[in-house]
């Protein structure tokens, strides 16, 4: 009898706590355990990043493929010296260029220390220089222009700040040529572009007139991305003397008529 009343009281012994617990566990709210977690790593960023939002569908995909737009001012060996030099207006250009395909192929970054010339061969390395405050820079020539009568370079907005030619819009320039990837005086392929006209109208009757004088010259209207319309003739095998020769028999009275190299 005794031994069964001991027993009993073991066993109720343990029960208790037990019995506490449970109850303590089912009242109030229940609490969620604290986790600490680690911020993430930092992302890896480049010397100078693009900005997103001046980054194109057109840009996503070449990113995809590998493709980085060079920021950078181009670099040219020391003791370059110039091949030719010449002097005239620059101007800049920006939006609605921005973001697309120049003449070299190239997505047009305005970010990216490069220039329009209407006749350097595409990829030329140039010194410019403002002749007014001194400043000087090197950029490559990616792209065609400008087609302004009396107008010898068209820089990126990078270019523009860099040379102070951003807030006046235009400024007297040298440009040095230091680096070509083709001769300058001989070869190429050329063309002639006239323009620009305020109607579609005027830009297709000037290229059927000059289709049905130039009978083995292509002729193209197109628009521009500033909304006025442009014409362009390639002569016969692109030689450099027929395309000189269309500019110099060439008259309209709208827009101006322009000797450009195509490569």
């Given at each position: 009898?005794?031994?069964?009343?001991?027993?009993?009281?073991?066993?109720?012994?343990?029960?208790?706590?037990?019995?506490?617990?449970?109850?303590?566990?089912?009242?109030?709210?229940?609490?969620?355990?604290?986790?600490?977690?680690?911020?993430?790593?930092?992302?890896?960023?480049?010397?100078?990043?693009?900005?997103?939002?001046?980054?194109?569908?057109?840009?996503?995909?070449?990113?995809?493929?590998?493709?980085?737009?060079?920021?950078?001012?181009?670099?040219?060996?020391?003791?370059?010296?110039?091949?030719?030099?010449?002097?005239?207006?620059?101007?800049?250009?920006?939006?609605?260029?921005?973001?697309?395909?120049?003449?070299?192929?190239?997505?047009?970054?305005?970010?990216?220390?490069?220039?329009?010339?209407?006749?350097?061969p595409l990829g030329?390395?140039?010194?410019?220089?403002?002749?007014?405050?001194?400043?000087?820079?090197?950029?490559?020539?990616?792209?065609?222009?400008?087609?302004?009568p009396g107008r010898?370079?068209?820089?990126?907005?990078?270019?523009?700040?860099?040379?102070?030619?951003?807030?006046?819009?235009?400024?007297?320039?040298?440009?040095?040529?230091?680096?070509?990837?083709?001769?300058?005086?001989?070869?190429?392929?050329?063309?002639?572009?006239?323009?620009?006209?305020?109607?579609?109208?005027?830009?297709?009757?000037?290229?059927?007139?000059?289709?049905?004088?130039?009978?083995?010259?292509?002729?193209?209207?197109?628009?521009?991305?500033?909304?006025?319309?442009?014409?362009?003739?390639?002569?016969?095998?692109?030689?450099?003397?027929?395309?000189?020769?269309?500019?110099?028999?060439?008259?309209?009275?709208?827009?101006?008529?322009?000797?450009?190299?195509?490569?």
């Open positions: 009898m005794n031994s069964s009343r001991s027993l009993c009281l073991s066993n109720l012994a343990i029960l208790i706590p037990v019995l506490a617990i449970l109850l303590l566990g089912g009242c109030g709210h229940s609490r969620q355990a604290h986790v600490n977690v680690p911020p993430p790593p930092p992302a890896a960023s480049s010397a100078e990043p693009v900005p997103a939002e001046d980054i194109s569908p057109n840009d996503h995909e070449k990113l995809k493929e590998g493709y980085s737009p060079n920021l950078a001012e181009p670099a040219i060996p020391a003791g370059t010296t110039p091949l030719t030099t010449q002097t005239g207006l620059a101007s800049w250009y920006g939006p609605p260029y921005h973001n697309r395909v120049g003449a070299n192929g190239e997505v047009y970054n305005m970010h990216a220390m490069t220039a329009a010339h209407r006749t350097l030329s390395i140039v010194r410019v220089t403002n002749l007014k405050t001194g400043h000087t820079a090197l950029v490559r020539i990616t792209d065609r222009g400008p087609f302004i010898i370079l068209d820089l990126s907005l990078a270019a523009a700040r860099r040379l102070d030619v951003y807030l006046p819009g235009t400024a007297e320039v040298k440009i040095e040529v230091m680096r070509t990837p083709a001769p300058l005086d001989i070869g190429g392929k050329w063309a002639v572009q006239i323009g620009g006209f305020r109607s579609e109208h005027e830009a297709t009757k000037l290229a059927s007139r000059l289709e049905h004088r130039y009978r083995t010259a292509k002729v193209l209207s197109f628009p521009s991305p500033t909304g006025d319309w442009w014409v362009r003739v390639r002569v016969l095998d692109d030689q450099r003397s027929r395309a000189q020769q269309l500019v110099a028999e060439t008259k309209t009275p709208e827009g101006a008529v322009f000797l450009v190299r195509l490569d």
